[in-house]
Nanobody, 126 residues
Framework: QVQLVESGGGLVQAGGSLRLSCAAS????????MGWFRQAPGKEREFVSA???????YYADSVKGRFTISRDNAKNTVYLQMNNLKLEDTAVYYC????????????????????WGQGTQVTVSS
């Protein structure tokens, strides 16, 4: 397991942009699948996006074309660029990691990840 620290959340108007960052500890970051999940009040935590160590990327249908995941292995950091934000994107966003290559269906399952950050709040206003 690794320690994950998210940052970059905040309040933004609909149509605006934010970039979330997740800094990871440890020396095996480059071997890890990194994921972003989110949880809105009263709802279950849901998959947003993931990036594997071989640079494959996965997105939830609700964010395709608006969000972009990327990673910088030299900085042990994964990013989530969020554009054209909508009211329904309001949630706490969590970074997750696991030291293995996941198939697409696996990457979307929160049960496959063994490390989680504390979350960062994203609020989209009208």
């Amino acid at each position: 397991q690794v320690q994950l620290v998210e940052s970059g959340g905040g309040l933004v108007q609909a149509g605006g942009s934010l970039r979330l960052s997740c800094a990871a500890s440890g020396r095996t970051f480059s071997l890890r699948t990194m994921g972003w999940f989110r949880q809105a009040p009263g709802k279950e935590r849901e998959f947003v996006s993931a990036i594997s160590w071989n640079w494959s990327t996965y997105y939830a249908d609700s964010v395709k074309g608006r969000f972009t995941i990327s990673r910088d292995n030299a900085k042990n950091t994964v990013y989530l660029q969020m554009n054209n934000l909508k009211l329904e994107d309001t949630a706490v966003y969590y970074c997750a990691a696991v030291e293995r290559l996941l198939a697409p269906a696996q990457a979307m399952s929160r049960a496959r990840y063994d490390s989680w950050g504390q979350g960062t709040q994203v609020t989209v206003s009208s």
